[in-house]
T-cell receptor, first 113, second 113 residues
Framework: AQSVSQHNHHVILSEAASLELGCNYSYGGTVNLFWYVQYPGQHLQLLLKYFSGDPLVKGIKGFEAEFIKSKFSFNLRKPSVQWSDTAEYFC???????????FGKGTLLTVNP | DTGVSQDPRHKITKRGQNVTFRCDPISEHNRLYWYRQTLGQGPEFLTYFQNEAQLEKSRLLSDRFSAERPKGSFSTLEIQRTEQGDSAMYLC???????????FGSGTRLTVV
């Protein structure tokens, strides 16, 4: 069964700081990878996804993620965070049958103005 | 709004009562998923429908839980004889046959008192 590890439970940054959130998954086969974001009071939204090809994928709002197969990692990055990026971020690999996503526990990002 | 709709948004019930939640997916999405999210955790998979067929159920889905998707459109999740441990956010998500990730609803927050 797929398992997901998000290394940081809560990250606190100041505006304009750079962000990197770690995600490691366990499944060794073909895997599709997703990051979802949940802004305060809102539902989960797709931030970016990786299916194949260029391992560096770009998402909405300036976010990007790099797939490193040898490390089973899919870390999320943003060069300069804004206060509006305050949210909870979930890494979710998809593997196996039924296109089922397995979610990590999430990382709460707080950006101070 | 053509997103995923869930009803009700909040439900408070007494222990031992039955509750039913409804999910209306995006109309052209044939895949429908139910997840449960508790505080400090990521969403956990409960069950999956492809059209009207329930193709996968998690071990989290005890015999007190039942889900249906008649006619492959809306879905219901029923919890019988609710327990305090059932208190959680119940999330519904849908996706197309050509999988590009889920679209989530806003969830139903269940509180069992």
């Amino acid at each position: 069964a797929q398992s997901v590890s998000q290394h940081n439970h809560h990250v606190i940054l100041s505006e304009a700081a750079s962000l990197e959130l770690g995600c490691n998954y366990s499944y060794g086969g073909t895997v599709n990878l997703f990051w979802y974001v949940q802004y305060p009071g809102q539902h989960l939204q797709l931030l970016l996804k990786y299916f194949s090809g260029d391992p560096l994928v770009k998402g909405i709002k300036g976010f990007e993620a790099e797939f490193i197969k040898s490390k089973f990692s899919f870390n999320l990055r943003k060069p300069s965070v804004q206060w509006s990026d305050t949210a909870e971020y979930f890494c979710a690999p998809e593997s196996g049958s039924n296109y089922k996503l397995t979610f990590g526990k999430g990382t709460l990002l707080t950006v101070n103005p | 709004d053509t997103g995923v709709s869930q009803d009700p948004r909040h439900k408070i019930t007494k222990r031992g009562q039955n509750v039913t939640f409804r999910c209306d997916p995006i109309s052209e999405h044939n895949r429908l998923y139910w997840y449960r999210q508790t505080l400090g955790q990521g969403p956990e998979f409960l069950t999956y429908f492809q059209n009207e067929a329930q193709l996968e159920k998690s071990r989290l889905l005890s015999d007190r839980f039942s889900a249906e998707r008649p006619k492959g459109s809306f879905s219901t999740l029923e919890i019988q004889r609710t327990e305090q441990g059932d208190s959680a956010m119940y999330l519904c998500a849908s996706s197309t046959a050509g999988f590009y990730g889920y679209t989530f609803g806003s969830g139903t927050r269940l509180t069992v008192v």
